[in-house]
């Protein structure tokens, strides 16, 4: 018997890095999705198959045996090792698991890649495993895995993986489903460069200790326009969710995660007529969002393309992760 769980990537439109300490973060889940089949094998190996990405390796124990690809590649599949494992333990239902992993989801940048495929390893296996989980239970053990990428994170992206829809995700007191439907105008544009959320988490944290009444302020001002910013997206006021996202990526760029090409992106988006646009993700790399007039999308993707970015015209996911058993 095999199974296939699936689960969206996410932007965040308001709040990254505040996040990490309050927040709220705002945050959709887009229509790229990556996508795990599990299957029990009868031995206790846990095998990877991530062929797109060029790879395939098994653990034995925590031993890591590349079958494909270097050896280092095992540290990669961590994240996912850690998923399926603690899902296994809460089950107390322990088996080995050959697990393929493929995704739509850019990789290291800044949508949430990690996150969908940690919450889609413990969708699939959990179900393998007859666990009956909880979507609260997805969600609490993919955290599990995400910790094993990012250090300390916030969380949001766990929780819009497993939700999907529209989130606002405060730290400390959890999601709010808000109720929103349709879509929004937005294209996202990929840098092309690779980032590390933990480091650039750590990198906001070294400049609070070193100026933390003006680091706090920073992180308020995100806070405020978050809550602005969802009162603008309930309202579906395109131009003022612009002036907040343009707000945002003044405040983004002055805690030091903004980059040239990113602000060359979000630049670009704002010159081919978009409302508002800003870096989402950590920053550092990574991925850039802009809101625009319906009728500018192509505009505003085309302006990113000149610019050497990737752009994504991406649409609001109300499925969040999803399981079926395939025979
Ligand atoms: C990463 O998607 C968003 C950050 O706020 C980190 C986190 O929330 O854990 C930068």
Not at 16 to 45: F, L, N, Q, W
Not at 65 to 87: D, F, I
Not at 222 to 250: C, F, Q, T
């Amino acid at each position: 018997m095999s199974v296939e769980a699936t689960a969206p990537g996410k932007a965040i439109l308001f709040g990254e890095h505040s996040v990490v300490y309050r927040g709220p973060a705002i945050v959709i889940a887009i229509d790229r999705r990556a996508k795990i089949t599990a299957k029990e094998r009868d031995d206790e190996i846990i095998r990877f198959d991530c062929l797109d990405l060029g790879f395939e390796g098994y653990f034995e124990g925590d031993e890591y045996h590349p079958v494909a690809g270097e050896e280092w590649r095992g540290n990669r599949l961590q994240a996912m090792l850690v998923a399926a494992r603690k899902t296994m333990e809460h089950l107390d239902k322990h088996s080995g698991l050959d697990l393929t992993v493929r995704s739509e989801i850019p990789i290291a940048a800044g949508l949430g890649s990690s996150a969908a495929i940690c919450v889609a390893t413990v969708a699939a296996t959990g179900e393998l495993l007859d666990g009956n989980l909880s979507l609260q239970e997805i969600c609490d053990l993919a955290y599990e895995g995400e910790k094993v990428v990012h250090g300390t994170p916030s969380g949001v992206d766990n929780n819009i993986s497993t939700y999907g829809g529209v989130l606002s995700y405060e730290t400390g007191v959890g999601i709010e489903r808000i109720d929103f439907q349709g879509g929004l105008p937005l294209v996202i544009g990929n840098s092309r460069r690779k980032r590390s959320t933990r480091r650039l988490v750590a990198r906001v944290r070294l400049l609070r200790d070193r100026n933390p009444e003006l680091v706090d302020g920073l992180i308020d001002s995100m806070g405020e326009v978050s809550r602005k910013g969802l009162e603008a997206i309930k309202a579906r006021d395109y131009p003022m969710i612009g002036d907040l996202m343009n707000i945002n990526h003044g405040l983004l760029s002055s805690v030091g995660v903004s980059i040239a090409r990113l602000d060359i992106l979000v630049h670009a988006a704002r010159g081919a007529g978009a409302y508002g646009a800003k870096l989402t993700g950590a920053g550092g790399g990574g991925c850039m969002i802009a809101i625009t007039d319906p009728d500018k999308l192509k505009e505003v993707s085309r302006a990113i393309s000149h610019s050497r970015g990737e752009p994504h015209i991406v649409n609001i996911s109300y499925e969040g992760v999803e399981t079926r058993r395939l025979d």
